[in-house]
Each structure stands twice: as structure tokens, then as C-alpha cells.
């Protein structure tokens, strides 16, 4: 079993590659879609694991997750085939959708946005989300503050994932305030 913990909440994969989540979806964070109200923090509360969709309205579970990562604002996830989905919030640009905007329910993001290539891992920081692609190639996207998302944009948000100049990565982590 694979388990991340967020400020508040937890994300596991559990042995059949289904994603489960619980804790305070304060920051839509869970993946639990507008069907809860925004009216009490007492609603926002999951105290047993639920299952996160790709599709909640059609009822479409994620499967084949094998590798997640949560922060106090955002999710990521990986799945068997090389998919990247993200949610919760994005007001950075940090969950890689084109403008710093919240998404509420998981979603996948286009393979053209990372070179066309599957996704190996992920790693997310308040700010900012680390993307390592099977070809060894490192992406980011979110806050560029301290230089951390490794490209020459300035310091503003990078909504979309942009490509990392190293060579040869083989693994990487985001911390509030740098990447490794």
C-alpha cells in the first residue's frame, strides 16, 4: 500500500490500484466534487476512506494508481499506464490546468502538456508540483518563487508544465521552497 499524507487528510492506493481519501477537504483536496456544500467545515469532514474518481458523476473509480502525493492545497496521482491526475486547490498554477484556477474533481492531465511521454512519478509542494516522465525528463509547474520550478521563467506562476533542463533524472522531490 501506497499512503500520502496532506495537512489534514490522507491519500491511499490500495492493493488493487484504487485511490481512497479521508480527512478535512477544506481545500477540495479529497476529490469529492461540488456535490458537498461550501457552508460548514463540519460537511468538509470524511472520517472513513472514500474512493477518488476520475468521472464522480458517472461513478468511475481511479484504478491502477501506483503513486500519489499530498500537500496541504493539491493532490497528484499516477496510474499504471503513465496518467496524471490532479485536483484541489490550483491558485498558483500548481495543479498544471492552464491558469491558476481550483479544480474540484480529479483530472487528467494531456500527455501533450509533458512531452507526450507516460508519467513515472510525482512529487507536490504547497506551490508547486515536480513531474518525472518515463523518458527520465522533469517537468514543473506552480509558483516559480526562489527559482524553484528550475527554469529561467520569472518568479510568477507556470500554470502548465514546463520542461526541466537535467539530464538523466532519475527520481526528485518539491519542498515548500526548492526541488531536488
Same mark, same amino acid.
Given at each position: 500500500?501506497?499512503?500520502?499524507?496532506?495537512?489534514?487528510?490522507?491519500?491511499?492506493?490500495?492493493?488493487?490500484?484504487? *485511490?481512497?481519501?479521508? &480527512?478535512?477537504?477544506?481545500?477540495?483536496?479529497?476529490?469529492?466534487?461540488? %456535490?458537498?456544500?461550501?457552508?460548514?467545515?463540519?460537511?468538509?469532514?470524511?472520517?472513513?476512506?472514500?474512493?477518488?474518481? !476520475?468521472?464522480?458523476?458517472?461513478?468511475?473509480?481511479?484504478? &491502477?494508481?501506483?503513486?500519489?502525493?499530498?500537500?496541504?492545497?493539491?493532490? +497528484?496521482?499516477?496510474?499504471?499506464?503513465?496518467?496524471?491526475?490532479?485536483?484541489?486547490?490550483?491558485?498558483?498554477?500548481?495543479?498544471?490546468? &492552464?491558469?491558476?484556477?481550483?479544480?474540484?474533481?480529479? !483530472?487528467?492531465?494531456?500527455?501533450?502538456?509533458?512531452?507526450?511521454?507516460? $508519467?513515472?512519478?510525482?512529487?507536490? +509542494?504547497?506551490?508547486?508540483?515536480? $513531474? *518525472?516522465?518515463?523518458?527520465?525528463?522533469?517537468?514543473?509547474?506552480?509558483?516559480?518563487?526562489?527559482?524553484?520550478?528550475?527554469?529561467?521563467?520569472?518568479?510568477?506562476?507556470?500554470?502548465?508544465?514546463?520542461? *526541466?533542463?537535467?539530464?538523466? %533524472?532519475?527520481?526528485?522531490?518539491?519542498?515548500?521552497?526548492?526541488? *531536488?
Amino acid at each position: 500500500m501506497t499512503v500520502s499524507c496532506g495537512v489534514n487528510f490522507t491519500l491511499a492506493v490500495g492493493e488493487n490500484g484504487g *485511490l481512497w481519501a479521508w &480527512g478535512n477537504d477544506i481545500n477540495r483536496n479529497l476529490d469529492r466534487g461540488p %456535490t458537498v456544500p461550501d457552508d460548514t467545515l463540519l460537511q468538509l469532514q470524511i472520517h472513513t476512506p472514500e474512493r477518488v474518481f !476520475k468521472n464522480r458523476t458517472q461513478g468511475v473509480a481511479l484504478r &491502477g494508481v501506483v503513486a500519489v502525493s499530498a500537500v496541504y492545497r493539491h493532490s +497528484a496521482c499516477v496510474t499504471e499506464t503513465g496518467e496524471l491526475w490532479m485536483w484541489g486547490d490550483g491558485h498558483w498554477g500548481q495543479i498544471g490546468q &492552464g491558469a491558476p484556477q481550483s479544480q474540484n474533481n480529479s !483530472k487528467c492531465i494531456p500527455r501533450a502538456q509533458h512531452g507526450g511521454v507516460g $508519467v513515472a512519478m510525482v512529487s507536490c +509542494a504547497d506551490m508547486h508540483t515536480l $513531474v *518525472l516522465t518515463a523518458d527520465g525528463r522533469a517537468w514543473s509547474c506552480g509558483s516559480g518563487e526562489y527559482g524553484k520550478l528550475g527554469h529561467s521563467n520569472p518568479p510568477e506562476e507556470q500554470p502548465i508544465l514546463d520542461f *526541466l533542463k537535467f539530464v538523466e %533524472t532519475a527520481a526528485l522531490v518539491a519542498g515548500d521552497a526548492s526541488t *531536488l
